[in-house]
């Protein structure tokens, strides 16, 4: 099946026995890409710029579900980012095709040969690849970028691993760093990894309406299938997708379980600054700009209402600081 993201770019979903695609020869990037990180976006670039020196279309495999998920489905939730932000991202970066291959278990059992040779190759036509240099494939993880550069007069596809970027302080920006980051509180070494801030995305949910209540009415987001950052409270910036309209919206986002109210397992409940508006069933991002403090439970909501205040003048804080360096530089 074929979804057009926009002019330029197309979604292909492709399962093992599907037909061989007719995109012709393809420049290809390959991997998870969960976060789609700076050293996610170099592999990108190479292979975008392979397919304009050689006048062929470029394009990115990833795999649906993320292996991780398929084979340790008990695991607690780790992905960085849902399906439509990983693809909108991918698509940033300027490829003519995002190719979501279907991991299930005919690709499980696949020899590094098969995969590279009848997936790759025969079926979805790519003629150059390029992963990082940890990349590995195939049954028990047989195949790695080495073993296809030393296969590729016998399969035609040339392979070109591409060297782990690394942060100022040597270590290589990767999806675990970033993970370990978000669940220490450290949103901004994070966003330095990610090239953006760190994103939540999903359909706003109808609530208790007890934020209302409380005179700060909040939009929810479940997060059952995203990684749990610390549990607290964030500075976030907040947009609508679908309604670009009302712009990028400022306010203070709680992640965690609500001890001081009822548990309704791990929510993002944002209030956003001067908006009110009905917005259940849309979908809504929320960036996490800066971590302000732990969750906590409180004695009282009239001592949740003081602090959410608190929270809100600390939050208008940091974004006037913000403000005064963007202005500065």
């Given at each position: 099946m074929s979804i057009e993201l926009d002019k330029q770019t197309q979604i292909i979903d492709w399962k093992w026995g599907?037909?061989?695609?007719?995109?012709?020869?393809?420049?290809?990037?390959?991997?998870n890409f969960d976060g789609v990180h700076k050293g996610h976006q170099t592999i990108i670039e190479q292979a975008v710029h392979t397919a304009k020196a050689e006048a062929i279309s470029s394009c990115v495999v990833t795999f649906s579900p993320h292996p991780r998920q398929y084979?340790?489905?008990?695991?607690?939730?780790?992905?960085?980012m849902d399906e439509t932000d990983k693809t909108g991202r991918?698509?940033?970066?300027?490829?003519?095709?995002?190719?979501?291959?279907?991991?299930?278990?005919?690709?499980q059992n696949m020899t590094a040969q098969q995969f590279a040779e009848d997936v790759l190759v025969a079926h979805l036509g790519i003629r150059f690849l390029y992963a990082g240099s940890d990349f590995a494939f195939g049954n028990?993880?047989?195949g790695n970028m080495a073993s296809l550069q030393s296969a590729q007069q016998d399969t035609q596809l040339i392979a070109q691993p591409v060297t782990l970027l690394t942060d100022e302080n040597k270590m290589v920006i990767s999806s675990s760093r970033i993970r370990a980051a978000l669940q220490a509180g450290q949103v901004g070494l994070a966003a330095d990894m990610l090239g953006t801030p760190h994103q939540i995305s999903?359909?706003?949910l109808t609530g208790d309406q007890r934020g209302r209540l409380l005179d700060f009415p909040t939009a929810n987001l479940g997060m059952q299938h995203y990684l749990h950052p610390a549990f607290g409270v964030y500075a976030v910036t907040a947009w609508l997708p679908d309604r670009p309209e009302l712009g990028v919206m400022r306010g203070v986002c709680n992640i965690g379980q609500r001890p001081t109210v009822n548990n309704r397992g791990v929510l993002a409940e944002a209030h956003l600054f001067e908006f009110d508006e009905d917005i259940y069933g849309q979908r809504l991002t929320l960036a996490l700009i800066d971590y302000i403090r732990t969750e906590q439970k409180f004695p009282s909501l009239d001592a949740l209402k003081d602090q959410i205040e608190a929270d809100c003048n600390t939050a208008r804080q940091i974004f006037k600081k913000i403000d005064a360096d963007?202005?500065?530089s």
């Open positions: 599907d037909a061989p695609l007719s995109c012709g020869a393809l420049s290809c990037a390959i991997g084979f340790r489905r008990d695991d607690a939730p780790f992905l960085l991918i698509a940033d970066q300027g490829v003519d095709y995002i190719i979501r291959v279907a991991f299930n278990e005919a690709l028990a993880r047989e999903g359909e706003v963007s202005f500065a």
